[in-house]
């Protein structure tokens, strides 16, 4: 029978598991971590002082990624889906929330940043249609990453229909990353990214996005992928 106890140490050695080097060994470990504390409605307040310190610190860790919208767009769909928030200042994008869950964040992306870039310049180079490459590829790109928006929704839809208690921890979670990045950013405004599809290039990467691997599968990162930080 499952006890409080078996259940904490199981989170701690997810956790644990999370500082792996193995980039994908260490983004399972975590998303099986917070899935253990949503179900069970623990926080890491119920985890040991050490693990506490470890896993609950508030950090802001900024991602170098140019100016590519589709990348950012990408990491705050994730981002939303792991308890964090973005903010984008100049070329950067800031992911905030606590360490554990922006880890996490980060590590998605890379994983699903390189199969888009793969599968774009796939597409791309293979189209033989009347759009310029480059609309193609952008159009391609933002149909992707909106399908994997969706799906991280549905994923997260079934998460709480699953755990009656996930809405009270999303909501104090949420509550505090978004006062720790009014303190961090407190002169932030929202803006909108107006885009230009072309329809028939848009729908060919939704189709892409039911087809990329979200959390690595049976698959790992090559030894030489780097986190996108």
């Known amino acids: ?21 193995n980039e994908h060994e260490a983004q399972l470990a975590m998303s099986k971590a917070q899935e253990l504390l949503e179900k069970y409605n623990l926080t890491l307040a119920d985890l040991k002082p050490e693990e506490q310190q470890a896993h609950i610190n508030m950090v802001s860790i900024p991602v170098p990624i140019g100016r590519s919208e589709w990348k950012r767009r990408l990491i ?11 903010v984008i200042s100049g070329e950067k994008v800031y992911v905030l929330g606590r360490s554990a869950n922006v880890y996490s964040t980060l590590v998605m992306a890379s994983w699903i940043v390189a199969q888009l870039e793969n599968i774009a310049w796939l597409e791309t180079t293979t189209y033989a249609g009347y759009l310029p490459k480059l609309r193609f590829r952008d159009s391609f790109l933002w149909g992707a990453i909106d399908r994997i928006s969706e799906r991280l929704k549905e994923e997260r839809q079934t998460r709480e229909a699953t755990s009656p208690n996930l809405h009270a921890l999303v909501v104090n979670l949420s509550t505090e990353v ?34 990329v691997s979200i959390y690595g599968g049976d698959r790992q990162l090559h030894s030489s992928q780097k986190l996108l930080t």
């Open 178 to 211: 978004s006062l720790y990045t009014s303190t961090q950013f407190p002169h932030m405004s929202s803006h909108h990214i107006g885009k230009s599809f072309s329809s028939e290039a848009y729908q060919k990467g939704r189709a892409a996005g039911d087809t």
């Open 76 to 86: 705050h769909y994730i981002a939303q889906q792991s308890f964090c928030k973005v």
């Open 1 to 21: 029978m499952e006890t409080k106890d078996s259940i904490v140490d199981l989170i701690q050695k997810c956790l644990n598991l999370g500082k792996s080097p």
